[in-house]
C-alpha cells in the first residue's frame, strides 16, 4: 500500500522559513510524481499552491515555492504571516490515474 | 471564473446509496481531468476517483472501488459519484476539482453522513 509521508505538526515564527516535505514509503519522489500542493482552513474547500512540483497556482505569492529536495517534494515559505496558518497537503500521482494525498502538516505562525 | 458547485449529499444509511453531482461552468468542461476528493469530520483530505475528459478512462482508490462510480455528462457540464453500499466511514465532505495537473479548482463540498 502506497503511503505518502508529511511532517507533523510544526511552527514557523512571522517572517521567518519553513519548508514542508512530502515523502513516499515505496521510494524516492520525483518530477513523475507530479506533486502538487494545497493550503486549507477549517471549514474551507482546499486552495492549490503548487502543480507539478513547481508551478504555482494563479494568485499564489511568490513566498511559496515547490521543488525536490533529496528524495522528497517540499514547499519551502518563505517570509511566512499569520495568514498562512493552515493545514498543508500534498499529492502524488502514483500510477495508472491514481493519486494519493499525504496526511497533511498543521503550520502554526508564532 | 471556473466554478465547481457539487451537490446530492445527505444522510443515508448505512448500506445504502447515494449519488453525488458536480455542476462546472466557465471552462470547457469536457477538456479536463475531474476528481472526486472527501475530506472527513477533523481528518485530512482523501483522493477518490478520476475520470479523462471524454469519460473513457477511470481510476479510484482501493477504499472505494467496487462500491463508487465515476462518470461525467459533458453535454449538461456535469460530474457525478454514484455511492453504493454506504458505510459509516464514508461519513464525510465530498469536493470535486478540476484537474490536478492544471492547478486544480475546487468546489466548497457537499457533506455525506451516513448513519442509522
Known amino acids: 500500500q502506497t503511503v505518502v509521508t508529511q511532517e507533523p505538526p510544526f511552527s514557523v515564527s512571522p517572517g521567518g522559513t519553513v519548508t514542508l516535505t512530502c515523502g513516499l514509503n515505496?521510494?524516492?519522489?520525483?518530477?513523475?510524481?507530479?506533486p502538487s500542493w494545497f493550503q486549507q482552513t477549517p471549514g474551507q474547500a482546499p486552495r492549490t499552491l503548487i502543480y507539478?512540483?513547481?508551478i504555482r497556482s494563479s494568485g499564489v505569492p511568490d513566498r511559496f515555492s515547490g521543488s525536490i529536495l533529496g528524495n522528497k517534494a517540499a514547499l519551502t515559505i518563505t517570509g511566512a504571516q499569520a495568514d498562512d496558518e493552515s493545514d498543508y497537503y500534498c499529492?502524488?500521482?502514483?500510477?495508472?490515474?491514481?493519486?494519493?494525498f499525504g496526511g497533511g502538516t498543521k503550520l502554526t505562525v508564532l | 471564473e471556473v466554478q465547481l458547485v457539487e451537490s446530492g449529499g445527505g444522510l443515508v444509511q448505512p448500506g445504502g446509496s447515494l449519488r453525488l453531482s458536480c455542476v462546472a461552468s466557465?471552462?470547457?468542461?469536457?477538456?479536463?481531468?475531474m476528481h472526486w476528493v472527501r475530506q472527513a469530520p477533523g481528518q485530512g483530505l482523501v483522493w477518490l476517483s478520476s475520470?479523462?475528459?471524454?469519460?473513457?478512462?477511470?481510476a479510484y482508490a482501493d477504499s472505494v472501488k467496487g462500491r463508487f462510480t465515476i462518470s461525467r455528462d459533458n453535454a449538461k457540464n456535469t460530474l457525478y459519484l454514484q455511492m453504493n453500499s454506504l458505510r459509516g466511514e464514508d461519513t464525510a465532505i465530498y469536493f470535486c476539482?478540476?484537474?490536478?495537473?492544471?492547478?486544480?479548482?475546487w468546489g466548497q463540498g457537499t457533506l455525506v453522513t451516513v448513519s442509522s
Open positions: 476539482a478540476r484537474e490536478i495537473n492544471r492547478g486544480a479548482s
Open positions: 466557465e471552462f470547457t468542461f469536457s477538456n479536463y481531468w
Open positions: 475520470i479523462n475528459g471524454d469519460g473513457s478512462r477511470a
Open positions: 515505496s521510494g524516492s519522489v520525483s518530477s513523475d510524481n507530479y
Open positions: 507539478k512540483t513547481n
Open positions: 499529492l502524488l500521482y502514483i500510477s495508472a490515474d491514481i493519486w494519493v
